[in-house]
């Protein structure tokens, strides 16, 4: 990884700030807001190809700044720029609290300690009028997930993990017109400059920036780069003012780093998923709702399965219970049965044989007694 670059705040130049009591009329700048840049922690995000990209785009310092804005102060600066300037050079001069200060693309590059592109460069951004411009088909690949090529309308729907929180930086220290969320052309042209490791002219960018919303005159256009305009006023002696109608500061927000990238593009997800149905987010959350619909489906009738092989299970064994206790009676019965008839039929070959026993000598008897008086007669 290349070694970092020295911070470009002067602690011993803060220390010595001067103050001043005197009100000054902002004008149509008078209550403006101010949009303050976020610190982006590179130690939080070294497992994703962001610091490499932030560090060959000579974006560093501008990222990783910290401090508080000073509102009033920045909007004294916007109020105070005279016109015409200089749009050749791109360079502008403001007066505010008594001091002038220049403000021009090289002591931009100065102050962040950055250089400039070589004058030459085809390749650099912004680009120069007339060169070549990179193909959307490429752009889109090198930006969107795979399967997306919005050439018609640009936007952060579907980009790359690592694009979209790039993205996000880039919003909020490098170029912070419009809204986090508006995406465009030119925009996706930026990034694809900064993901092919191109030069960037930080300080054009910039310039360009703060002359677009100078120009601006709607009472809701926010003025830019809150923090770094307030540390250019410092570095330049411009005086601070205190007691109890001082200066207003605003703070930075949270800083980028491993979070941002899941809670934007969570969001986001759940925004397409709500007011998009085509959006993939959209299909896949009625995918989802399916596919769990029919989990339930299955588990439900799993239960009722369970349930009826149970039913099926107590009716066979009180099917087999009642088959038992018949058999067990049909035997019981039998078995009375045989003894009855056995007995009846015993009593019954008694009877008869006595009887024919009482008969046979009954007959014997006569036979013996008609022999004794024939031969009675004989004699």
Not at 82 to 104: A, C, N, Q, W
Not at 162 to 174: A, E, F, Q, T
């Amino acid at each position: 990884m290349p070694t970092k670059r020295k911070a470009v705040v002067s602690k011993k130049k803060q220390k010595k700030i001067k103050t001043i009591d005197v009100p000054v009329d902002l004008g149509r700048f008078r209550s403006r807001a101010v949009t303050v840049e976020r610190f982006v922690d590179m130690d939080k995000l070294v497992r994703t190809g962001i610091p490499n990209l932030i560090l060959d785009s000579n974006l560093e310092n501008l990222m990783e700044q910290k401090g508080q804005a000073n509102v009033d102060m920045v909007r004294e600066f916007f109020h105070g720029i005279i016109r015409p300037y200089d749009t050749i050079k791109h360079k502008m001069v403001s007066v505010l609290r008594g001091v002038k200060v220049e403000f021009s693309v090289d002591s931009i590059a100065k102050f962040l300690k950055v250089d400039r592109p070589n004058p030459y460069d085809e390749r650099q951004y912004p680009f120069w009028s007339g060169v070549s411009l990179p193909d959307k088909l490429e752009i889109a690949k090198a930006l969107y997930v795979n399967g997306i090529t919005p050439t018609d309308e640009w936007c952060v729907r579907f980009l790359k993990p690592d694009v979209s929180v790039l993205h996000v930086m880039v919003w909020y220290n490098l170029d912070p017109r419009g809204v986090k969320n508006a995406f465009n052309l030119d925009k996706a042209r930026m990034l694809y400059k900064i993901i092919k490791k191109d030069p960037i002219d930080v300080g054009k960018i910039v310039w360009k920036v703060v002359e677009v919303a100078s120009k601006a005159a709607h009472a809701t256009a926010a003025l830019p780069y809150g923090l770094l305009i307030t540390k250019i006023l410092l570095e330049n002696d411009v005086p601070v003012r205190d007691g109890l109608e001082g200066d207003s500061w605003k703070p930075q927000m949270s800083a980028i780093a491993r979070g941002t990238l899941g809670k934007t593009q969570g969001q986001s997800r759940k925004h397409r998923a709500g007011t998009d149905p085509a959006s993939l987010e959209s299909i896949a959350a009625r995918l989802d709702e399916a596919l769990a619909l029919i989990k339930k489906m299955q588990s439900d009738h799993k239960k009722d399965m369970n349930k009826f092989k149970a039913d099926v299970k107590e009716m066979r064994k009180a099917l087999l219970h009642c088959e038992n206790d018949s058999s067990t009676n049909e035997s019981e019965d039998g078995a009375k049965s045989e003894d009855g008839t056995g007995g009846k039929n015993e009593a019954e070959s008694d009877d008869g044989t006595g009887n024919e026993e009482d008969g046979t000598e009954g007959e014997s008897g006569n036979d013996s007694e008609d022999s004794d008086n024939n031969e009675d007669g004989d004699e």
